[in-house]
Structure formats: structure tokens, C-alpha cells
């Protein structure tokens, strides 16, 4: 229903109608037959399984969000001349719902994701939404699919809340309609091989991000030309691109992950948490602000300098060879807290240490638990967990 908004002008009142704000109250509730039943963990692979409901809602530049659905999980139904399909407008969020040990359902920062998906929307002339409201969609949608939330530590409900320019026409023009998913699926590592430390190779051919561009809004754009690169770097042995940016060759990010490096200066035994500043080439990360915040809190300042600055490949190369490489580690919603065991660079490889017989380096074990045992509520931290449902 459309809100009107009475507004006295000098002579005569004037009727100006306004369109509907994201309104969870208004949810139509649609459920599936028969609720399907959970995939045993170790067989899940990312992205691949999906949940039983799904969220949608309408938009329009006249009235406003429409009706929230939640309804069973199903294709979509767009014109072919949809904007999404010739202009790429599309933006995307991905979160996670945990299962705590005492059967609560919780989500992890989701004002970060929320506050973020109206920034990318923004940044591509889709419109904006009250995100509590979203949250509180995604919340009753958690609640109908709960039971194919993966009870084991290190698997989560993955949210995939995405917006896509709807107007059929091939005009290039901001959208006129769009519309808001949200699908779910349960998921346990990211990477195929599982909880272990990745191989990057370090690649300046080709540039994600540039400043004045968009790399620092999660849109589907940012990604698919990335995959040309991947394919190339996987052909070397080699996971993901650490992409480099400029004749300086700065450490940006992963693509799938934020980076960090810990450095050790042989002079003074301080170590350095350093990863690349939100200079606007890089996803603002919620698991990265996450570190930052607890590493602040946490490591003793006589003992570590955490840094949000520029650094390049060859800093990395030259720590690496005088021994003061300690470290280094992704982070992401999907890749969680994930090793880096070595970088190609140069024909080369730049070995990370590891733990002896571990896959991972003590400091990234280390923030991994801190992350993890927010998530999954063995510790309470601040107001980041959001009960959205609780298990029978
Ligand atoms: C995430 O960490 O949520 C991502 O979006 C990374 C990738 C799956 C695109």
C-alpha cells in the first residue's frame, strides 16, 4: 500500500505519494509440501545444495518494495531483455547462519552484510532498503529451513541475499523495477580441498580493482572477469590470484577473501598484522574488520603493530627472504579464516611458514578460534550474534 504524504505548499495542500518502505510484516508465507531432509556434512559442497525457502520481493520506482515472499525454492521468471542480463545489475551479499551447541540459530554481523548491500545497491542505481527489516525476513526464512542448518563446528547455513535490475528495456538507465532474493545453502569449507592452507599466485597481468572503479562493492561484476585468471593460475598449481594493483605491485585482496601477512622485524621481535587499507579497491570485508577489531583488542600493543596500510609483493618477497615472513592468511564469510601455505611470484615460490604438521601458522589458528567461537556461541562478544531461531 502506498504511504501519502500530505504536504502543505502557500495556497493549497498537494497529495505527493510515496513508495512503500521493506515492510516484514506484510511477509506472505507460502511453505513446501514436505521439508526436504539435511545432507549429511562431509558430503556438502559449497554452493551447490540449496534450502527449501526462498525470499522475494518486488521494487518498482513508483511504488516502492511490494509484498515480502517466502516461498519454496524455484527458478525465477525475467524478461530476457532484463537489465541484469545486458547491464549487469546485480549485487550480492553472502552471510552465514550458525548452530550454536545449545540448538540456537544465530547470524553473524548481519547489519555489516546489510549495511554493505545498500552500498553496493547505491552504487549501481538499484534502490535501498531498511535492512532490519531484511534481517528480520532472512530471520523467518532461517526459522522455516532450521533443521538443514549443519550441526558441526566449521559448517554453517550459507545466505546468498542478492538484487537484480528487473526493467525490461535495453536502454542503459538505472532500473526502474528490481528485484530482492534470498536463497540459503548449507555449506562446510570453501575450498575443494577442504580445511586446508591455499596456494595463490601473485598476478599483476590482469587488475581486479582500480581506484575510482568499484572493486569495493560486492558485485557480480567484480567476479566473473576474474575467472579467466583463475583458470590460468589453477593451470600452475595455484588456487586463487592474490591480485597485485599498479607498477608498485600492492597486495590488494584474493577475490574470494581479504589478505593478511604477519611480519617479524629480526631487530626488535615486534610482529605486524598488516592488510591492505580500504583504499576503495577492496570488499570491505565483515570478517576482516572482525580480525581487525579482536586483534586490536587483544594482542599486546609492546608485542604487535596491527597495520591497515599499502604493501607490496616485493616487501612480501624481501620479509621472506630475511626470515621475517611469519604468516599469512585469507579471510572471507565463505573461506572463513583460511591459510596461505606459499605464493607463486616470479617464477617463484614464496613458502609461508606452517605449524610442523599443521596447516596453518599459531596466529591464524589462533584468530580462527576467536572467529569461530563468537560464531558458534561458545564466546559472547559485543551484540555480533543474532539469535534468529531456536532448534526443538
Ligand atoms: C563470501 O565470502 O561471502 C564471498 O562472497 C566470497 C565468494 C563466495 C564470492
Request: hydrophobic letters at 40%.
Amino acid at each position: 500500500m502506498l504511504k501519502l504524504l500530505a504536504r502543505y505548499s502557500v495556497n493549497r495542500p498537494r497529495y505527493i505519494a510515496m513508495s512503500a518502505s521493506l515492510d516484514s510484516s506484510r511477509l506472505k508465507l507460502t511453505k513446501v509440501a514436505k521439508p526436504s531432509t539435511p545432507t549429511p556434512p562431509d558430503l556438502l559442497q559449497f554452493g551447490k545444495t540449496f534450502t527449501d525457502h526462498m525470499i522475494t520481493i518486488e521494487w518498482t520506482s513508483e511504488e516502492g518494495w511490494g509484498i515480502p515472499e517466502l516461498k519454496p525454492y524455484g527458478n525465477l521468471s525475467l524478461s530476457p531483455a532484463a537489465s541484469v542480463f545486458h547491464y549487469a545489475f546485480e549485487l550480492f551479499e553472502g552471510m552465514k547462519a550458525y548452530r550454536t551447541s545449545d540448538n540456537k540459530i544465530t547470524l553473524f554481523r548481519p547489519d555489516k552484510n546489510m549495511a554493505r548491500m545498500n552500498r553496493s545497491a547505491s552504487r549501481i542505481c538499484l534502490p535501498n532498503f531498511d535492512s532490519e527489516e531484511l534481517i528480520t525476513l532472512i530471520g523467518k526464512m532461517i526459522e522455516q529451513d532450521r533443521h538443514l542448518v549443519p550441526n558441526k563446528r566449521g559448517y554453517s547455513l550459507y545466505i546468498r541475499p542478492v538484487m537484480i535490475g528487473t526493467t525490461s528495456s535495453l536502454g542503459i538507465a538505472p532500473p526502474d523495477k528490481a528485484l530482492l532474493y534470498v536463497i540459503a545453502s548449507p555449506v562446510g569449507p570453501y575450498y575443494k580441498t577442504g580445511f586446508k592452507s591455499v596456494s595463490l599466485e601473485a598476478t599483476d597481468y590482469a587488475t581486479r580493482a582500480w581506484p575510482g572503479g568499484a572493486g569495493n562493492s560486492k558485485l557480480g561484476s567484480n567476479y566473473a572477469p576474474c575467472i579467466l585468471h583463475q583458470l590460468q593460475a589453477a593451470k600452475r598449481g595455484f588456487q586463487q590470484n592474490l591480485w597485485l594493483f599498479g607498477p608498485e605491485k600492492y597486495i590488494t585482496e584474493v577475490g574470494s577473501m581479504n589478505a593478511f601477512f604477519i611480519f617479524k622485524d629480526s631487530a626488535t621481535n615486534k610482529k605486524e598484522l598488516v592488510t591492505a587499507p580500504l583504499d576503495g579497491t577492496i570488499l570491505d570485508g565483515v570478517t576482516r574488520d572482525s580480525i581487525l577489531i579482536l586483534a586490536r583488542e587483544r594482542l599486546d600493543p609492546n608485542e604487535w603493530t596491527i597495520s591497515e596500510r599499502l604493501f607490496t609483493i616485493t616487501e612480501v618477497v624481501e620479509r621472506a627472504a630475511k626470515g621475517e615472513l611469519v604468516e599469512a592468511f585469507g579471510s572471507g564469510t565463505a573461506a572463513i579464516v583460511s591459510p596461505i601455505k606459499e605464493i607463486g611470484w616470479n617464477n617463484e615460490l614464496i613458502k609461508v611458514p606452517l605449524l610442523p604438521g599443521e596447516e596453518s601458522g599459531p596466529f591464524t589458528k589462533e584468530v580462527s578460534k576467536w572467529i569461530s567461537d563468537i560464531q558458534y556461541g561458545v564466546v559472547e562478544y559485543k551484540d555480533w550474534v543474532r539469535v534468529v531461531a531456536t532448534l526443538d
